[in-house]
């Protein structure tokens, strides 16, 4: 059976094939190291990894690996897509490439859709990938042009298909942003949550489901995040 590193530091602790994983944290949390090192975690792996972003454009995230991880995603070519939400929307410059996908907003659940599945297609077929990872960052942005049984339906469709091909996805959520009924709602997709708060000053994270654990104290250095008890 296939498992997925997280790509945590210090944490040592793999999941299954077919798990969806839903991170609520607060701003300022980590979530994005997270995100993007969980994405590149798949990349070191040998998996095809599709990042859906509706916060930054791809210009961004290629800069942020240039200068945190001191790598060119070219040198990845055709083991990554980018589905990028942003730049059509606010009608910024495009970069072209065969791994970057354009949907028109982040509100277009059918366009968004049809990108990513465009790309899981492509890696489900290819024989050279040992696994698959989706990372969507973050539903929060999506939620502010959609419902939530929108987006749930939206999402219910990508969860089992993650389930079906043995692959992984990880779902962002903006803590503060809804309320206790959305959160519980989208974690009836999910598998694995992870939860961050800030408690006295430190940085306090906690495993629930396939993975269960207590608050445990986590840092981010360098962009990296790592568990610190």
């Excluded at 980590?30 to 798949?42: L, P």
């Excluded at 916060?55 to 790598?71: A, D, G, M, Q």
């Excluded at 698959?132 to 939530?148: G, P």
């Excluded at 987006?151 to 503060?176: K, M, P, Q």
Aim: glycine content about 6%; charged content about 30%.
């Amino acid at each position: 059976m296939k498992e997925y590193s997280l790509g945590i530091d210090n944490f040592g602790k793999d999941v299954r094939e077919g798990t969806n994983i839903l991170f609520t944290a607060p701003p300022l949390s980590g979530k994005n190291a997270f995100s993007r090192n969980f994405f590149y975690q798949g990349l070191k792996d040998n998996e095809g990894c599709v990042y859906v972003t509706t916060t930054e454009e791809t210009n961004s995230i290629l800069k942020w690996f240039k200068e945190n991880k001191e790598v060119d995603l070219d040198e990845f070519e055709g083991h990554f897509g980018i589905v990028d939400c942003v730049t059509k929307s606010q009608e910024l410059s495009e970069i072209k490439g065969k791994s970057i996908k354009y949907a028109s907003n982040p509100g277009d659940l059918t366009d968004i859709g049809v990108k990513i599945s465009s790309f899981l297609k492509d890696f489900y077929k290819s024989d050279d990938l040992d696994g698959i990872r989706l990372i969507i960052d973050t539903i929060s942005v999506i939620l502010m042009y959609s419902n939530v049984k929108t987006v749930f339906r939206f999402l219910h469709t990508f969860s089992g298909r993650i389930r079906s091909t043995d692959a992984v996805a990880l779902y962002i959520l903006e803590e503060g942003d809804h309320d206790r009924k959305t959160i519980q709602t989208l974690k009836q997709l999910v598998d694995l949550s992870l939860e961050a708060e800030e408690s006295e000053g430190n940085r306090m994270i906690k495993f629930s489901g396939q993975i269960n654990s207590d608050w445990l104290k986590y840092a981010v250095n360098n962009n990296n995040m790592k568990i610190i008890s």
